[in-house]
């Protein structure tokens, strides 16, 4: 059993701030995400893509703001349950909770910060007929560890950035790469489109555009592709695979979060934004785009918001019988549970005889 004072479900940017803002309040924390790896779709599905409305940062790729995130939480020491969407959520008597994963790890918090951008996110899987026979046998939606891939035949299908990013990651563990997409035009950052070109042309990656995998052959493992051109003179290539990944982006869902008993509107959890973000569920808050309320913006500043304003309602549930008061990080600093200490330099006023 996993316990923790806030229990963030998402471990997207709005997720990952709160981590900050609970620590600030000396609050522990733990993230729950289906993703392999923390940062939700920035991480996923644009990792490369700018974004301009963060304060501060004129332009910031989608990865480098996760990478800022999880560097500015080091200190406050979260913990991460990665690859496992929050399943069932129950309240017991003392008003704390027990959420499962659907892998049955078990976390025990009294607050429940549901972050899940726009719901769990599930593979966007491509139209082939027996596709789910072959998962886990060689065919797989996300990659987890690059490393069992290692001297491995692999075909990569889509033309985003997770295709593209991977193929040019893969080009140097992979025996062979192959990367299949339906046009000729991708629709990635134009640096990751030139550096496959590039390493189409030293023969470390196979381009097969104005192509689709159709089919999958095999025993009990994957054996073969089947790829169709939209040249018919070329019809249909059989190519021998080891590891088949289509990544074609994910579709966002509530999921098992929808059956919880929480109020909802238009796939989105409704809350109390005059307050504090709360749900029907009393110690239940929702933050960021799953969310939804009068005047609700969906933006990740907004989210950032409701992560301090949030923080600061569960320090009060959490602790009923003390008084926070507002310390500016301006004035009494930073610091972390591993023992880290960030602060102003203080001026030193020294008195001159006369």
Request: hydrophobic content about 40%; some cysteine.
């Amino acid at each position: 059993m996993i316990k923790t004072d806030i229990l963030i479900i998402g471990a997207g940017p709005t997720g990952l701030f709160t981590v900050f803002e609970a620590g600030l309040l000396k609050l522990k924390t733990h993230l729950i995400d289906a993703l392999p790896q923390p940062g939700g779709q920035c991480s996923e599905i644009y990792p490369k893509k700018p974004i301009y409305d963060i304060p501060a940062f004129p332009e910031i790729l989608a990865g480098d703001l996760v990478g800022n995130l999880m560097e500015q939480i080091k200190p406050f020491e979260p913990g991460f349950t990665l690859g496992e969407r929050a399943e069932t959520l129950e309240k017991l008597d003392d008003g704390t909770f027990i959420v499962t994963t659907n892998k049955g790890t078990k976390h025990h918090a009294p607050v429940v910060a549901i972050a899940g951008g726009l719901g769990s996110f599930e593979p966007r899987k491509p139209p082939i007929a027996n596709i789910t026979d072959f998962e886990d046998k060689g065919v797989s939606y996300f990659i987890k560890d690059p490393e069992v891939y290692r001297d491995k035949k692999v075909v990569i299908a889509g033309g985003g950035d997770s295709a593209l990013d991977w193929a040019i990651y893969l080009a140097d563990v992979a025996a062979e790469v192959a990367l299949v997409h339906r046009r000729a035009e991708f629709r990635g950052a134009l640096d990751s489109v030139e550096r496959v070109s590039e390493l189409a042309k030293l023969g470390k990656i196979e381009m097969i555009t104005n192509a689709e995998v159709v089919g999958l052959r095999g025993e009990d493992q994957l054996e073969q592709v089947v790829i169709r051109h939209k040249d018919e003179a070329r019809g249909e290539e059989f190519k021998d695979v080891d590891d088949f990944i289509p990544l074609f982006g994910l579709s966002p869902k509530l999921g098992p979060i929808g059956s919880w008993g929480l109020e909802i509107e238009k796939n989105a959890i409704k809350v109390d934004n005059s307050y504090d973000y709360q749900t029907n569920i009393p110690g239940v808050y929702a933050i960021g785009d799953v969310n939804t309320y009068k005047g609700k913006l969906k933006l990740i500043l907004s989210g950032f918001h409701e992560a301090a304003i949030m923080c600061q309602s569960a320090y009060q549930r959490i602790f009923p019988d003390k008084k926070y008061v507002l310390k500016y990080t301006t004035v009494g600093g930073v610091t972390g549970f591993d023992g880290s200490k960030k602060e102003a330099k203080k001026e030193v006023v020294q008195s001159i005889g006369m």
